[in-house]
């Protein structure tokens, strides 16, 4: 059973243009958010987290929002950059636990 | 700081050997995650070790296995490695656990079987 989902495994968007991903869940005792970046071999390099006392977060080009009703998760990127392509992933993790637990990756193509 | 290091980069075996990965966390941290990534699959949670001890684990067979030193490095060792193995092996190390805490993973080791 998938707890975290991404159900797009792709997106295109233009250079400039506003990126969303989107990240479902299930677990409600999840309590902490991470997105993570991750070019072609290399590890996934964390970009922002969210806490579930918080509804949105953000950080320069990168805004993290957390509907808990919905358990849905998105990032966006604004304004988006070539450089920013490359396979998203979320992961969650319930309060006291030790797992996280990853979604299957969007990969995002900005295009020039 | 430097970050997270795996060692090596990159294997080839082949099937019924075994394999052991090594990984150095950033300094100061004490938690180590190991992680599998194969395509489409994301990345599956194997174990973390915090303090030498292993504090939860993943649905991987018993073939898969770990330890921490206490340094804080851990290796991760397959043994009787099969095809469907070969993988992205991903550490990751966080300063504490169970917490909100977040995870800095290294550039992983990928290791083929044939």
């Known amino acids: 059973d998938q707890q975290v989902k991404q159900n797009s495994p792709s997106l295109s968007v233009q250079e400039g243009r506003i990126s969303i991903l989107n990240c479902d869940y299930t677990n409600s005792m999840f309590d902490y958010f991470l997105w993570y970046k991750k070019y072609p071999a290399e590890g996934p390099t964390f970009l922002i987290s969210?806490?579930?006392?918080?509804d949105k977060n953000e950080d320069g080009r990168f805004t993290v929002f957390l509907n808990k009703s919905a358990k849905h998760l998105s990032l966006h990127i604004v304004p988006s950059q070539p450089g920013d392509s490359a396979v998203y992933f979320c992961?969650?993790?319930?309060?006291?636990?030790?797992?996280?637990?990853f979604g299957t990756g969007t990969r995002l193509k900005v295009l020039a | 700081k430097a970050g997270v290091t795996q060692t090596p980069r990159y294997l080839i075996k082949t099937r019924g050997q075994q394999v052991t990965l090594s990984c150095s966390p950033i300094s100061g941290h004490r938690s180590v995650s190991w992680y599998q990534q194969t395509p489409g699959q994301g990345l599956q949670f194997l174990f973390e070790y915090f303090s030498e001890t292993q504090r939860n684990k993943g649905n991987f067979p018993g073939r898969f296995s770990g330890r921490q030193f206490s340094n804080s490095r851990s290796e991760m060792n397959v043994s009787t490695l099969e095809l469907g193995d070969s993988a992205l092996y991903l550490c990751a190390s966080s300063l504490l656990s169970g917490g909100a805490e977040t995870q800095y993973f290294g550039p992983g080791t990928r290791l083929l079987v044939l």
């Open positions: 969210i806490s579930s006392i918080k």
């Open positions: 992961a969650a993790k319930g309060q006291g636990t030790y797992k996280y637990i």
